[in-house]
């Protein structure tokens, strides 16, 4: 197969070196003669992964002591049940922000567990927006606040941290599952951030979660045992089986991210890739890209053509140009190009490249 | 690295031939120019995948169409609080058998939700033997049976199934985690079966649960949304990202294992292996296995040396012979070597060498 360039948003491209170190080690892990799938977790190899896993996170955020990192199962989706479940605290509301797609999956599953309180939406302009601060109404009675940094599907990022007093006020809480170190993250101005793993970060299966410890240790009654974070949190996310080939892979993209030069290089390289897109999209009356321009996604690019009996053809086009899955979500339709950390610049350029032809050739 | 035997209780050994299939598909599944890790789960390529998987483990085992097969995160410990919350249907009350460890763990965790009757245990004789059924004591109001049919600590196993009528009486449960798939399984005689991965079918990071349409769809009201079975049979478990790269490597094992005669030829295979070990421990006073010879593991076989300050000894030359993760659990003690079905005869033989060797050198 020829070079393809993977636009999905998720499970998503992996970078090629971590690929094919996995490739390199899958029968033989450091001369152990054994796969990371193969170990015991609590053997001496899985630990040092584990810890130098959890140590590169760390380092590359900048994570303090009283932050704890645990490593879960369940997909983002599992913390719109276990944020509520632990930060309540006695508490029966919380503040959500609804952006999106996301966001509503999180507050429907919270408002079974306690009174949610939405401070702002942007429903109204059917999520093309993140509503400003200045127009948030909040409850000062609330548990917590929770926001979507980045809407995967809607193409919609929060490109501020609200200011929020973290610390002495109501903790911020944020689901990062998708733009989670594309950028420098001060981990300070929040009291739990979460991320499933399979948009830029590894594979399916892998949640991360790191959350402020004066936090934890009061659960709703009939709370799971493993939806607890202070279980996790006291057993160094080992008090069952973690999913160990999926935080070797993870640890495997952070010593890359390492390589790459750190979060704010990435940074650097992502908005160079998303304005390669956006540029695109506003110079070209062809395609379409329906999110105001002040919140787009440089994770998520979602556009539609002008004119939608050209879509099929379209992403036909793009597949035998070896520039796959862009077709947009099946609730919203069009198209969508994820371009996450490990999306190269070339695969942008490429696709640039070809949406400019096929507009000239259907003009 | 020179061959080596990995006897480590789980995350297991796989078979050499899915880890080299595993190798050689990393970066290009089948042409598609992607690794299995970076395809949407909803994609056709991952799709083929998870039908595949799904179809091979009903043809390996015989599943009729009213049990759904569920394919989760969370590991088996998930699940000692799922089957209460989705199985007690209405009821207060569920029976338990008691033959160890991970028997007194799901108790533990169930009791939060309902009383538990205790209807046998074997923990006077230090949990070294399964209770016969005509010793149990079943409440007949409690909601379902729940026994773990291998305890992987103290390598006791059911060979057989309780005489339970699961249709038209109390549905039997049981935590197959560590000997699933290790012979023939008659389905319909249990409500419900589930299994961490991580021994007898492939990573850690993905549970199966098999269970009988008619008893879902009545949760515990305040169940997460991702703890109600329910929601993952009606989606076909897609509700969210399900652990796609966990799926397709336990995907290539149920292939491995219908190549390799199946379930039946799993079983012969298994007890051949077994008798090679306990044969040893039986003839020779040098070691001592304490569980009762009927209900000895054929996955999970603990033993210790009659003189313990031996152990190291005995460890660190197993490790120089590539006998690795010989080492018993932390609980118990001593020495436990896990043959599971990815085990070849080969290790076994030349573990019972070694052993025999050892012994005749320190006699």
Redesign the interface.
């Known amino acids: ?4 360039y ?1 636009f ?7 970078p ?1 070196e971590v ?2 170190q ?2 390199d080690e ?3 892990w450091h ?5 990371v ?7 001496k190899e ?1 630990m040092s992964i584990a810890e130098k896993t959890e140590s590169d996170f760390r380092e590359l955020v900048g994570i303090p002591e009283n932050y704890k990192v645990l490593f879960l ?6 913390q ?3 944020v509520p ?1 632990n930060l309540l605290r006695g508490k029966t509301k919380a503040n959500y922000i609804n952006t999106g797609q996301w966001s509503t999956k999180a507050i429907k ?1 919270a408002s ?2 306690c009174t949610i309180n939405v401070a702002a939406s942007s429903e109204k302009t059917n999520f093309t927006c993140v509503p400003t601060q200045d127009k948030w109404h909040l409850d000062p009675e609330a548990a917590y606040i929770h926001y979507t940094s980045n809407e995967t599907i809607g193409g919609v990022e929060f490109h501020w941290i609200p200011d929020i007093d973290s610390r002495n006020g109501i903790p911020l809480v944020a689901d990062m599952s998708s733009d989670i170190l594309s950028r420098p993250l001060d981990i300070t101005r929040f009291g739990l951030v979460y991320a ?1 793993a ?1 948009k830029n970060l ?5 949640t991360l979660v790191v959350v402020r410890e004066d936090l934890l240790g009061q659960p ?1 009654t ?1 709370t ?4 607890d974070y202070q279980i996790h949190a006291q057993n160094d996310s080992m ?8 935080m070797y ?1 993870t640890g495997l993209v952070f010593a890359w991210l390492k390589n790459k030069g750190g979060l704010a290089m990435m940074e650097k390289i992502n908005i160079t890739k998303a304005n390669l897109l956006y540029d695109l999209l506003n110079n070209n009356d062809f395609y379409h890209c329906p999110v105001a321009k002040a919140d787009r996604s440089r994770m998520n690019v979602p556009f539609t053509l002008k004119n939608p009996a050209l879509n099929e053809e379209f992403l036909k086009q793009a597949d035998n140009n ?1 520039l ?2 862009l077709k947009g979500h ?1 609730s919203v339709g069009g198209m969508r190009a994820s371009i996450y950390n490990a999306m190269p610049i070339e695969g942008v350029t490429k696709l640039v490249a070809f949406m400019n032809e096929f507009a000239n050739q259907h003009a």
């Open positions: 197969m020829d070079q393809i993977n999905s948003a998720g499970p998503a491209v992996l090629k690929l094919q996995a490739r899958m029968l033989d001369g152990s003669g054994m796969s799938m193969e170990m015991s977790h609590r053997g899985f199962q369940g997909g983002a989706s599992s719109f049940s276990m479940m599953e079974r567990y499933g399979q590894g594979p399916a299966g892998l709703l009939g799971p045992t493993l939806y008090y069952n089986t973690p999913p160990t080939y999926a892979i070896g796959i899955q099946r």
